[in-house]
Every structure is written in structure tokens, then in C-alpha cells.
């Protein structure tokens, strides 16, 4: 037996650093709800230090706010609030508030001033409806659903029909003259009031749902008579017996059950996991809606659906939508029946279906955006009970936003804000390509077709279960997560899957809506499969093969097809729509630049195909770990020979490098790793290892020079400047093969412009960096010299040791015996900085870094997004200083953060020239810097780069 989830959420303020809000937002808000003395009159006040009112009523007599905040009474709340704004009827009701969440996750209830507030709302919509609460002659009804600021489809809990009980259900039946639906709404809250409220197994109604069908000899629910409803809920009644529990009958019990069980699955397991799974933070909590109650189970004029104003999963402006007859809301969504496409209401609920259309277009006029909306048509007059901005495919997103701008519903600008980096991901996933999908070994080989719930193609081994899921995706296995339906239980197996198939299910159920958010290929209400969980195997009808667990498939979003093999995949091309947004996102003004980490030729142009506007970090060393080189750069450490060789290794390099990026600049480290990274270990050296590094037989000789070498920390030893001073060859070498690179090109074809900018690593006094800048110009000027031609160069320093930020500006003032600069840019290398001002190894922090963020001492993984305080607070410090001292000093970010979307926002209030990060992630930085200029614009702060920077 489950524990009841009222009792779990006493203990759930354990993980509110992590799943709630971290430290400094919650220092910041304060919510120490405290209730002062309440009357009608100061609802507003209710509260000590909320400026805004606790609960927000919405539809009938209330007033729409002015501009709803979504982070107080949530999505669900916002979308109210607009309906009832712009004439769209939605059935009465009241939020109570994100704060309210909070204070109920901290002391495990609402103050009994707050539930007198709530009896008060409930009196508002009486009035307005003309129905009494818990009155049995005509009772009022309510849904109760949680509404996040950002939308967790699924993840939260909602109850329908509060307020029936042995009483009101015969009310019910009296004043509709319609006792069968009475008594099914009635064995629904039975049945949704146990598994939410009290934590019974849904399975255990279930049952007791198959027992009394059998017994009447029908299929569907809808099938049953009044007096087997009536059956059912005795049954179900006995199943809260079993459970030693007790189904409350008075109605206003009912309903603070239902918000506290809503307010406490904010903190439910599968909602954290959604919450770490698509990095949403910093909110205060869920909101709780409380509506009237409007039935889509009153029969063959009554119905429910959800619809799309779009495709979600292609994007097309065309209606996309299902809706059940004589059904509620969660039949929809949850899978139990499969409904119909939504164009087929025009048939059977014409006037009804016209005013949806209306509805629907009035509401993405409105907002601007694709709609997600759910109605309920009772005896054929429509009521909309909730919209919101669709969850949609990436390519939906990009063809969405091409088209919104195209009808003049959107600009650029807002539409980029519409896009998420996810999207951007989802873009460059695989595909199969056209020639395996007209292949005969794909067509033969397709086990049936379902509905193609999510996009793209998958491929992976079948796997039944969540929990084996997520264990064979630790191991580093694709999977193919097979369900009879999936529910919010499953999100950690959905997430870790490839792709999703379910046998029921629609376009707009739990699965499909999951996977399309997440740009997860799913497949759903494949009625041909059939699962054995106890045999651990599953059959397709029409097939003679059974599949085991284990076995791979191959899934197609697009079409719904399950192939019974494993289909090779392509990537796709950055075109279309997509090349057209992301051409917004580069042309948004006083935008970053994105530029690209590449070490070869064809790397590099891999980032230009992605929209790269150059290299922003070429790193020498990876050029050394070819196997035919490897050898030759032991014999030069070892023994101090084969550095010529090495050098027309690295002029070949360059070349195709600079090559491929004709005109744009490529920044090109010296030799930065410890020289222990490319010897032998101990056990390896052997009698043809010594040969190849020019120890003849000496195999002894070679371990004691290699022991001779060793370094207690090499990652603070010999590495970076320190090799270019202590080794000056090595540099100098570099250096000419880099310049020799350029003039080679320059030969071959005048028109061609490389443009290098030589890098000195890990400098951390000004001594070491003018001595080895001073090395670096005078072998470039010597190469120009030799080859006759003026190649345009820069050199700058990668500030990545705390103390060279701290001397910033003396570094950007160094200049030459001739008064030449000796600094053109720093490049910011925020891996190796974060590790020094933090201390903390990058290798290691995985063995605590995600405990310090569950616990709340960090609010992410400062390795991938900037800990702006710290580490951002030197890039500030040192940008500002550099600027005062070189006004023409170039300011960029070339490790890893170059990538994360937050940390480009926070780049971007700094002022820098440009951001770098590895090929692939370049369309995602793109994005992320376009959308951060956006928005700090739209926050008003029109100042340039320049002037951020000076504003230290």
C-alpha cells in the first residue's frame, strides 16, 4: 500500500533547494507567508510582504487582471485570465497562488484564514453560476488542477468532480435528469480521489472497473448502465475499506484535500525528475486552479478534446486536435480511450466545433503564438478550460516562427524568444534518409503503424520498463522504451530512451506530448502490438516474430512506422527554416558572434557549414595524438629530436585550417597540456616502443627519463607559457609553421586572406606573458620578412589564471621595443578558470558537485554554466580593465561555456566580442546569442558592447 501523498509532503521541504527554488531566489523572495487579520476588503493584503492577492478569481463576475504574472498564478492562471480578457467563455473559478505553495510546502497546510478566503471564492462563483456547493438539489462542481509558470504536462495532479458524494450525486442526477452521468462523474472522483489524494493504486479501481464489465458483457465504460455505475461505486467504496480508509463526504473536506494533494505534487518524484530533466528553476511553486466543473460525460451531445492551433509536430497552420464523446478531460490525455481527430466534431457538434475555430484563431491572434488548448463541450455549448503556448517539435518551432512572422502575427525578434535551445538539438538529430526509407529492406521489415506522436527516427534495443530504462542508458545503450500507455510515473524511462511506443494511446495523450516537448521520436496507439511484461516480449499482429527484450527496432516519428531492425540514420542539413531563424538570431544588433573550437581542417569546415564566424580556438596539441605522429613528438620530448618533422605536421595543419576559413580569424593555442599527456605508461614501454622514440634498446633508459619527468600536479606544472620559455623551441616552431601556413596560401592564391591569432596559454604574470609574446612576434615578423608578404596576425594571451585577471590592464597596455602592441585580445578560457578560482578539479567534481547542487550550495554545475559571481565577476573585472587600457582589445570566451545558453546571456551583459564553443554546439550559440540581446534590449538596456564593458 502507498502512502498517502498528503503525508509525504510534511517531509518534502528536504529537497527545496534543488526542486523548489535554490538558495539566493528564495533569500531574494523571502516568501515567510505570515497571515494577518483578513476581511473581504484586504484580500490583497492577506499577506505579509505579497503585494499581490493571495487567490485570483477568474471567469463570470470577475474582473480579468491587467497583466497576469506568470510566475504567481502560474501558465494554467495566465491563460484564464486572457480568455476571460478577450470573450472567450471559460467556466468560473480561482487561483490560489504560487506563494500559497510555498507556505504549504513549509508548514504542510494552508492558515485557516487562507481556507476562509477559499470558502468566500467558492461563494463568488455560487452566485454567478446559480448552483450551491454541496447543495443536494442542484450541486456546484470543481475540478482542482496545478499550473506551474512553465508548463509540466502531466507531471502535477489534478481531481475532477469535487463535491459529489452519497447526497449531491442523486442532486446531480435529479437536475440533469441524466442519473448514468451522475453516477459516472461520481465513480470518477472516487477513482481520482483515491489514487491522487489518498496514494490507493489506480490498478485497485481498475479492477474493480474490468469486474463489473464483465459481469455486464461489455467492452467500453460508456457501455455501462446507471445500475452498474451504481455498482461500481460501492465497489470502488470497498476499495478505500481495504485501503483502511475512508472516502470523505462532506464536500469542503473534498476540496482542501484535493489542493493540498495538487500543492504537494509539486515535490512528487516525477515532478523533480521533469523539473532536472529540462533544467527548470527558480520557480516558487504550482499554482491550483479551482474551476466549476463543466461535463463532456453528459452523453452523445457532450464531449472533450485538446487541440493544437498547429501542427506541433511539423508546424503546419492547420487545425491538429482529438476530442472523445460522452468522456471528461483525462480520458483524452491519459490514453484510457483513443479519440477521434479533432476535424470529425464538425459532424456530429457543428455549432460547437464553429465556435472552437473561432476560438482557437482568436486566441493565437491574441498571444502571438501556436495554442495548446483543452475544451469540453456539455450538451453543445463550449466552454474552454485552459490554453497555453504549444509544446512543439524543433522543426515545428522553426516553421512556426518563419510562418508567424510571414502572417504578420509575430516579429523577429519575438519570435526568436519563441524557439528554446532544445529545439535547435532536435534539428541536427538523426534521420533516415530517402534512400533507406524506399529501400525494400526497410518496407519489408515494417512491423505496423501507429500515430506519429513524436519526430525523427530512433533506433534502439526493446526495453518494458522504466526502471531497466534507465539502467541500460547508464551503461551507455540506446533503447526503445515499450508501453501498453505511458504515464507521469515513466518520465525517467522516457527521458533516457531514444524513442517511445506505446500501444494506446492518441496524438494528444501523455506520451506523444512528453516526447514531442522533449524532441523524442515516439510512436503511439499502435493497436497491432501486443506486450507480455512476464514473458518480457512483444508481438506485432501480422508478424511471425516475436521480440524479445533486448532486441532492436527502429522507430519513425515522422510516418509511425515500427521497423523490425536496425536502420541506419543521417544527419540532417542546416537549411530552411532553420537557417533562416538562426539568420535572425546572428543579425539581431550589437549581438555576440559565434565562433568555433576546431583542430582540423575538416572540423573547421564543419563550423562553417553551421554558421561559424571563425576559430575561436585551434588547440596544436590535438594535432599531435595522430598515430603516425605520436611517435615523433615522444622523440622530441625524450630526446629533444624530430622538432622539423613535427613542424611540417603542423604547417600542413594550419593550412587546411585557415584554408577553410579563408578571410575569418582562427585562434591558434600554443602547446598547452602537460608533456606527461603524450609518453607512455611504465607498463607499455617495451623493446619497439624504445626503437620509436630513439632509445635504440634501452627500454630502462626510456622508464627512468619518463619517471625522471614525472609531476606531482601536472595540470599546475609544466604546461602552457611555462613549456614556451622553458622549451623555446617548441614555440618558435609553432609559431613559424603557422605563419609559413598562412604565406603558403597566400602563394598558391593572392585572393586568399587567412587571418591567424596566435594564443599564449596559461600565463599568469606579465613577465611570463611579454616574453613569450615578445618570442611569438619576432619569429612572425620574421616569416613575413623571409616570404615577402604581410600577413595580418594577432596575438593575445587566454586568461585563464586568476592573477593575469588581476593585471589586466598591463597586460592590454604591454607593447614592443617599436611601440607595437603585444596583446590584441584576451580569450577568456573559463574551464581552466573556473578550476583555479574555485579550486576544484574538473576531472573530479562529479563525485559531489551534483549532491552540492541538490543540497543547494550551488545552483548548477560550474563547469557548464559561468558561476557569475566568482569566476564572472573576474571576466567583469579584467574586460573592464583590458578595454581602459587597449580600446581596440578584442574580448571573447573560448571554453566550454562558449556553449550554454545561460552562461552567452551573461557574456552578453558583459559586453564581449564573441563567445566560441565545438562545432555542433555553434547553432545552439547562435540562438543563444541572438535572444540575449532580445531580451536584455526588451529589459530596456539599449547601451553597446562597448559601453557594458566600461560599465563595470
Known sequence: MKIPKIALTVFATIHLATSFTTPTFRKSLDFKLQVASVTVESKANAINGFESPPIVPFGGSARPQDEPDKTIVGGKGVGLQEMSRIGVEVPPGFTLTTPLCQLFQESGDLTPELWDMVKESVERVEK????KYGDKENPLLFSCRSGAAVSMPGMMDTVLNIGLNSDTVEGLAKATGNPRFAYDAFRRLLDMYGDVVLGIEHDAFEEKMEQIKDEEGV???????????????????????????????????????????????WMADRAIKYRQINNIENLIGTACNIQTMVFGNMGERSGTGVAFSRDPGTGENKLYGEYLINAQGEDVVAGIRTPEPISRMKAVLPAAYDQFLDNVEKLENHFGD???????VENEKLWMLQCRSGK??????????VDLVQEGLSSKEDALLKIESDHVDQMLHPEFPESVLSSAQYKDNVLGTGLPGGPGAAVGKIVLSTEEAEKMKENGESVILVRENTSPEDVGGMWAAEGILTQRGGMTSHAAVVARGWGKTCVCGLGALSINEEAQTVHFAGSDKVFKAGDVISLNGSTGEVIGLEVSTSQPSLGGALGEVLGWADDVADSLKVLANADSGPDATKAVELGAKGIGLCRTEHMFFEKERLPVVRKWILKGEGLSELQEFQRQDFREILKAMNDKPVTIRLLDPPLHEFLPRLEQCNAEMAESVGFGSDVEGLKARIEGMHEENPMLGLRGVRLGLTRPELSEMQVQAIMDAACDLVEADPENKPFPRIMVPLAGSIAEYERQAKTVK??????KKDRGLDIKYEIGTMMEVPRLTLVADQIASLKDEDGGSLCDFFSYGTNDLTQMTLGISRDDAGAF?????????????????IDTEGVGFLVRKSAAAGRSASADLSLSVCGEHGGDPASIAFFDSVGLNYVSCSPFRVPVARLAAGQAAVKRMKGGDTTTAEERVKNF
Open 849 to 865: 558537485i551534483p549532491e552540492y547542487i541538490a543540497s543547494g550550495i550551488c545552483e548548477a554545475d560550474p563547469f557548464v554554466t
Open 370 to 376: 501556436m495554442q495548446d488548448v483543452e475544451f469540453t
Open 128 to 131: 454567478d453560476m446559480g448552483k
Open 778 to 783: 619576432r619569429v612572425a615578423e620574421q616569416v
Open 392 to 401: 512543439r517539435t524543433g522543426k515545428a518551432a522553426f516553421n512556426i516562427a
Open 219 to 265: 467492452f467500453d465504460d460508456t457501455e455501462l448502465s446507471v445500475d452498474a455505475l451504481k455498482r461500481l461505486t460501492v465497489e470502488y467504496k470497498k476499495v478505500y475499506t481495504d485501503h483502511g480508509m475512508e472516502f470523505p463526504e462532506d464536500p469542503y473536506d473534498q476540496l482542501k484535500s484535493c489542493v493540498r494533494a495538487v500543492f504537494g505534487s
